[in-house]
């Protein structure tokens, strides 16, 4: 099979905290917002999710100036051994979803330049030189005047904006706007994000796989297994991915 066709889509749970997913312009910025969880709150998250059985909508994208998605909820569709990238920002705890539960309620992502989007012109006029222009007016002579047109004239300026009515409300919600470089941690293209807007119900045998450092699999197998009756599931160690 295509190695870039997935049998697994990838959820993590450790991102920092309170990040602003609209302010991101590429993965590097998410780290401004600090570093990834620790391991073992990751994983409380984890079985937090396993027991809603529920992939909470709490991120959204800013398209425009004026307009933004509605929220979603993500996972990645990555080959298991480039999770290692994946996990500098987003920590080093993940769940694996099926891919029939994501190809029945997800979306990829269409990542797109914004120079390829499609903008519209309007004109627009510089508040502060409007001000001027008019206090112009108050000498009532024809210098103030001429000083008044002048100032209108270049306080009149244009600006591009992306035309939100020539992209469609329901497509809108799955853009990612990037840049494509080839450098690790510049274009979200490599995240390969696939999004279902609003939150994910899910059942748990959607669930492939779970990946946690070595140190938690004792803890985490037991949870699975007892808790959840999640015999079945396979368990990957974060280290191991380092050696596939």
């Known amino acids: 099979m295509q190695r870039y066709y997935s049998n697994i889509y990838w959820h993590f749970t450790g991102s920092p905290e309170n990040i602003d997913w609209s302010k991101l312009e590429k993965p590097q910025d998410i780290l401004q917002y600090g ?14 999710i396993l027991e809603s059985k ?12 004026n307009f933004q998605t509605e929220k979603f909820c993500c996972v990645t569709d990555i080959p298991l051994k480039d999770l290692l990238t994946h996990g500098k920002y987003y ?18 992502v269409l990542y797109i330049s914004e120079n390829n989007l499609p903008f519209i012109k309007k004109i627009f006029h510089d508040p502060e030189l409007v ?22 004239s270049i306080a009149r300026k244009e600006k591009a904006e992306i035309d939100i009515s020539k992209i469609s409300n329901f497509l809108s919600n ?9 450098k690790d941690g510049v274009s979200f293209y490599r995240e390969r994000e696939w999004r279902h807007i609003g939150d994910f119900n899910f059942k748990l045998e959607d669930i492939e796989a779970v990946v946690v450092p070595q140190k938690l699999i004792g803890d985490v197998k ?3 297994s007892v808790i959840y009756e999640l015999k079945k599931i396979s ?8 050696l596939a």
Request: hydrophobic letters at 45%.
């Open 91 to 108: 920590g080093n705890v993940a769940i694996g979803f099926k891919a029939k539960a994501i190809h029945d309620n997800f979306m990829p």
């Open 54 to 65: 529920k992939l909470l909508a709490t991120c959204y994208e800013k398209i425009a100036e």
């Open 131 to 152: 001000d001027m222009a008019y206090k112009e007016l108050l000498y009532d002579d024809p210098q103030g005047i001429r000083n008044f047109y002048s100032l209108m």
């Open 235 to 242: 368990i990957i160690a974060w280290e191991f991915l380092q």
């Open 222 to 224: 037991e949870k699975l």
């Open 35 to 48: 570093s990834p969880k620790k391991e073992e709150h990751s994983v409380e998250i984890m079985f937090k």
């Open 174 to 182: 799955f853009i990612k706007i990037t840049k494509f470089d080839i």
